[in-house]
């Protein structure tokens, strides 16, 4: 039996697209904790269900039967979200965004809201 190296449980992103937006903004760095343990009104990392290798960052709207409602803070960017691809099942949640950490000294703050 081989041994696993452990798997690091922070992750580190930048946002490309505008979908979050007041909250988060393209060139945004976001450390994040992989869990699936997220609550309604959380930022969340998730692979798309129809693009294998896609990461999204959505906020986590509401828990279903089949998983999580992640919607998109800027509706108006013709953001991707569960209004155009449905309930995200469990095991797609990667991560929870902790903080973004940069540009620092944004006015933006260090926390995207939750």
Known sequence: MRARPKRWPFLRVTVEERSMEPALHPGDWLLAWRTRRVRAGQ??????????????????????????????????????????FGVVPEEKIVARVLLRYWPLGSPRGGRPPR
């Open 43 to 84: 930022l969340v990392l998730a692979w798309h269900p129809d693009r294998p290798g896609f990461l999204l960052v959505k906020r986590a709207a509401w828990r279903e039967a089949g998983g999580w409602w992640l919607a998109s803070d800027n509706a108006a960017a013709g953001a991707v979200d569960s209004a155009r």
